[in-house]
Every structure is written in structure tokens, then in C-alpha cells.
């Protein structure tokens, strides 16, 4: 066999929508983005959101729409992928990394608390493998009892008057933790829909924001328009409103970005959204199929279910105990020889060179190396069949 390890799930449902979009003659944004902008705010339980080119984005727009810059502190966690910290360095200000807890993949929020100082303008918290981060209520209760470290520089960040939580929710579309659905927990969420996500709109991803930023004061039309400006150049108006009788007019109101979504993008995620719910299920159904195969055999596995927490499913992470990377990595080779694709998520940001270059030193991470050290990610994804899944079981159960 021939298992890939995350191939988008495409059927003739997309393609027919993308199709209408191109035979329509709007193929950038437009009405289609709209629209999906509006099912994903249904679905997350958000007033509004915002699509843009990446999560990558979004997170970067984030910071910016709240002033975060030169000067400030960004908290994050060091297991995570680059992107998360990479935007803290976009805007100009300063990565604090925290180690996870003890035998989790977990920022640990306890470090969080201990790492606020006032130079501290947000905390980024990740949904790793699309399980919503279960320490959100701690961590709130944190930033309140922090906030008289907190000098605001700008209207919005007086207004919140306190650290601002986002988080990289890029794995999570589509999960719930204690009733509540990623979107609409922390203060801004960012999700992903590039390729090897859930729901797929090949490249791009959206922002949201909760009724906790709306409480406060931060008007949430406001907030999109300048979302909208921050992706189109500073244009005070797109393509679609320029279409308008009379409507040429418009206004360039800052050298700006290009971050936007196109219709033939939001195309093929309105044409996933009809069947989100499927696929969701066929993931719990997969990751439950995985976990029997392991009881008893020493795998460790993430709990994707329950507790008050339903995972998007999105990737399946597993742990050897006892074996170090080496002996992972020799796993992943065997497997690969078997035509199994096999992963790692991830290595420490520590780990890598560009953070290195930043005074990050893995050794101050021990709980995160020590999560690194022997995980794989096995194939999770809706094009993989129950006998393809078998066959990743049986070869796994030889080598782990």
C-alpha cells in the first residue's frame, strides 16, 4: 500500500463549486468569501469573522489591529509550529517562550503567570491536534489578577485593559471544550484551512473574536473593517464594493498588506461546510479505531474526547515510551518501507535555528523536549479507508 499522510479530501461537490465561481467571473473576493465568512461565524458562534490568506496572517493582523509591537512581550509556547511565534516577530516585538507541563504537550499555564511582566501585551496559546487548550479559564483568571502590570498604549488595548488572549487555534475548526466552541473562548481565535487541515480552502485561514472583546468596548464592525484594510493594501474598499453603480471611488488610507481570501478559495470551503459535520464524524470514528489497536501495548495517545472536550480530530499524535528519537526516527523509516507516511509534530522552537539565533536554548525546555523526543504522528485524514487503517495498525504494532 501506498498511504500518504494528509492529502486533501476533495470531492466533485468542491469542484463543482469551484467551477461556479470561475464561470461567475469573480474569482477574487467576493461574494463567496462573504458567505463563507458568515457560515463560519454560524458554525463558531461569533459575531463576525474574517478571512484572510492564512492563519499565518490572521495571527499577524491580530497583534497589529491591537497595537502589538516594538517594545512589547508576546507570550508563547515552545511546542508549537514556527508560525505561532514567528508573527510576535513580524510586528517587532519580543517571543517569551514557557515550557509545557510535565508529560504533556500543554503550554503550562502556571508559566505563563510566572513569565507576565509589564512589558506583556499577549499570551498565544495553541489547540494542538485540534484539541481546545483546557487551561483557558486559569489563564483568564490570570490576566485579570495581572492587570495592574498592564499599561495600555492605545484605545483598544485600554479598553480590554488587560493582556490579550489569542489563540492558534489553526488545528481546532470545528471543536468545543465545557460548551463552547473554538472561535469564541479566547479573545481572538485564528483558524487554518490549508491543505492538510480538516476543511480546506487550499491555502487560507480566518480570525474571530468573542463577546469578551465586544464587552469591552472594541466595536466589532470596526474590527473588520480594519481587518479588510490590513489585507487589501489599505484600500477603503475591495473589488466588490467597486463594482458597485457609481462606487470607482475609494481611498488608500495606509501602505498595507495582501492578505485576503479569494471566492475560489471560499468556494471550496462553503462546498466542505455542507459536509463538515461527516467529516468530523469520520475523524472520531478513525481516532477511535486507533486507540483500541493500542490498549495495552504502552502507546500513549492524546485524549481527543471527553472531559468536556471534543477535538476536531484534526492529527493524531502518539508517544513510545522509553524510546529516544533515534529509535522513533527508525520507526518512521520502517514504516516509510512499508508505504506508511509517518510524522513528527513538532520539534521545539528552541530546536530550530531561527530561535536559536534568538537566545532560545532547548535546555530550558525539558518537558517539551522530553514530548518530542519520542512522538509520531500516524496518518489521520477522510480519504483513509478502514483496511488502509488496518494496515497502519499492523505495521505500527510490529515496530512501536
Not at 494542538?128 to 483568564?140: E, H, N, Q, S
Amino acid at each position: 500500500m501506498n498511504i500518504t499522510f494528509s492529502p486533501p479530501d476533495i470531492t466533485e461537490d468542491e469542484i463543482q463549486e469551484v467551477c461556479e465561481a470561475l464561470r461567475s467571473g469573480w474569482i477574487t473576493t467576493g461574494p463567496r468569501t462573504k458567505e463563507f465568512e458568515r457560515l463560519i461565524a454560524e458554525r463558531c458562534h461569533t459575531q463576525k469573522a474574517a478571512c484572510l490568506s492564512s492563519a499565518t496572517a490572521g495571527m499577524e493582523l491580530t497583534l497589529r489591529v491591537m497595537g502589538i509591537g516594538p517594545g512589547d512581550e508576546v507570550i508563547t509556547t515552545a511546542y508549537t509550529y514556527t508560525a505561532t511565534c514567528s508573527v510576535i516577530c513580524h510586528v517587532g516585538a519580543t517571543p517569551v517562550l514557557v515550557d509545557t507541563v510535565p508529560g504533556s504537550f500543554e503550554m503550562d499555564v502556571e508559566k505563563v503567570e510566572a513569565a507576565i511582566t509589564e512589558k506583556t501585551k499577549a499570551v498565544i496559546t495553541v489547540d494542538l491536534a485540534g484539541i481546545v487548550w483546557p487551561f483557558y479559564d486559569r489563564l483568564f483568571q490570570i490576566v485579570e489578577e495581572k492587570k495592574h502590570l498592564f499599561h495600555p498604549a492605545n484605545e483598544r488595548q485600554e479598553a480590554l485593559g488587560r493582556v490579550l488572549v489569542m489563540a492558534d487555534a489553526a488545528h481546532a475548526f470545528g471543536a468545543a471544550r465545557d460548551g463552547k466552541m473554538a472561535g469564541e473562548i479566547a479573545d481572538f481565535s485564528v483558524v487554518s484551512f490549508h491543505a492538510v487541515k480538516n476543511l480546506t480552502t487550499a491555502e487560507g485561514g480566518a480570525v474571530m473574536w468573542s463577546r469578551r472583546v465586544t464587552d469591552a468596548g472594541i466595536d466589532s464592525e470596526r474590527l473588520y473593517e480594519e481587518y479588510m484594510l490590513l489585507s487589501l493594501h489599505g484600500q477603503t474598499k475591495d473589488a466588490l464594493e467597486k463594482n458597485q453603480v457609481g462606487g470607482w471611488e475609494y481611498d488608500v488610507v495606509a501602505p498595507l498588506y495582501k492578505f485576503n481570501m479569494t471566492d475560489i478559495q471560499a468556494a471550496m470551503g462553503i462546498a466542505q461546510m455542507r459536509r463538515y459535520d461527516r467529516i468530523l464524524a469520520r475523524r472520531r470514528q478513525l481516532i477511535e479505531r486507533y486507540n483500541e489497536a493500542w490498549k495495552d501495548r504502552g502507546v500513549q495517545v492524546l485524549n481527543h474526547y471527553g472531559d468536556g472536550s471534543a477535538s476536531s480530530g484534526h492529527l493524531y499524535l502518539t508517544r513510545l515510551p522509553g524510546k529516544n528519537r533515534e529509535a522513533c526516527d527508525q520507526v518512521i523509516v520502517a514504516m516509510m518501507e512499508k508505504g506508511i507516511a509517518t510524522n513528527v509534530h513538532y520539534k521545539p522552537l528552541p530546536m530550530l535555528t531561527a530561535y536559536k539565533n534568538l537566545g532560545f536554548c532547548m535546555e530550558a525546555f525539558p518537558h517539551a523536549y522530553a514530548q518530542f523526543e519520542n512522538e509520531i504522528t500516524l496518518p489521520l485524514h477522510t480519504c483513509l479507508t478502514d483496511e488502509e487503517q488496518e494496515y497502519v495498525i499492523e505495521n505500527y504494532l510490529k515496530y512501536c
